[in-house]
T-cell receptor
Framework: KQEVTQIPAALSVPEGENLVLNCSFTDSAIYNLQWFRQDPGKGLTSLLLIQSSQREQTSGRLNASLDKSSGRSTLYIAASQPGDSATYLCAVEYGNKLVFGAGTILRVKS | DAGVIQSPRHEVTEMGQEVTLRCKPISGHDYLFWYRQTMMRGLELLIYFNNNVPIDDSGMPEDRFSAKMPNASFSTLKIQPSEPRDSAVYFC?????????????FGEGSRLTVL
């Protein structure tokens, strides 16, 4: 069964800290992996997409890495800001179908 | 493009009533997905279409649920009759494999409450 697990479930950090969110998946035959952000009462916003042949992607203060062999991805957020507070979801694509993790709820305190 | 557009944003209905949720995907996208999000089960894929054709509906929970895509710019998800356990946020998403890497774009969701 294709499962995606995210750790931690929730994280609270002071502003300015660098942080890492973790995602693991059971089936390594992935097409790509996406990280999304969801604000309360809103839809999902795509942050980064990593193709299965890639090792990492960067966008501003965000960096996502992918290790297919170990079934892991990390999302690194540098110099966190209160505006980064949201739920971050990892989604792994298998043949046009995305399997989502349960998400990590991030709170950045000012 | 305005992004994926869903309506209604909020729907409150009574058990047994028919519910129709609507979605307009991003123009040019050839894949459309319907997801359901609940606290207990997270995000679940219900059904997806490619070029208006349903490809996989294995996530549709029961026969009470049906989805159609009559053309490239419109899709509906219907629940008839609705039950309280159908209460959730329903998301529509679209993507294009011809133009990009398949990045998925979500609508704002339709929050359904069945009393």
């Amino acid at each position: 069964k294709q499962e995606v697990t995210q750790i931690p479930a929730a994280l609270s950090v002071p502003e300015g800290e660098n942080l890492v969110l973790n995602c693991s998946f059971t089936d390594s035959a992935i097409y790509n992996l996406q990280w999304f952000r969801q604000d309360p009462g809103k839809g999902l916003t795509s942050l980064l997409l990593i193709q299965s042949s890639q090792r990492e992607q960067t966008s501003g203060r965000l960096n996502a890495s992918l290790d297919k062999s170990s079934g892991r991805s990390t999302l690194y957020i540098a110099a966190s800001q209160p505006g980064d507070s949201a739920t971050y979801l990892c989604a792994v694509e298998y043949g046009n179908k995305l399997v989502f993790g349960a998400g990590t709820i991030l709170r950045v305190k000012s | 493009d305005a992004g994926v557009i869903q309506s209604p944003r909020h729907e409150v209905t009574e058990m047994g009533q028919e519910v129709t949720l609507r979605c307009k995907p991003i123009s040019g996208h050839d894949y459309l997905f319907w997801y359901r999000q609940t606290m207990m089960r997270g995000l679940e894929l219900l059904i997806y279409f490619n070029n208006n054709v349903p490809i996989d509906d294995s996530g549709m929970p029961e026969d009470r649920f049906s989805a159609k895509m009559p053309n490239a710019s419109f899709s509906t998800l219907k629940i008839q009759p609705s039950e309280p356990r159908d209460s959730a946020v329903y998301f529509c998403a679209s993507s294009s494999w011809r133009e990009d890497t398949g990045e998925l774009f979500f609508g704002e969701g339709s929050r359904l409450t069945v009393l």
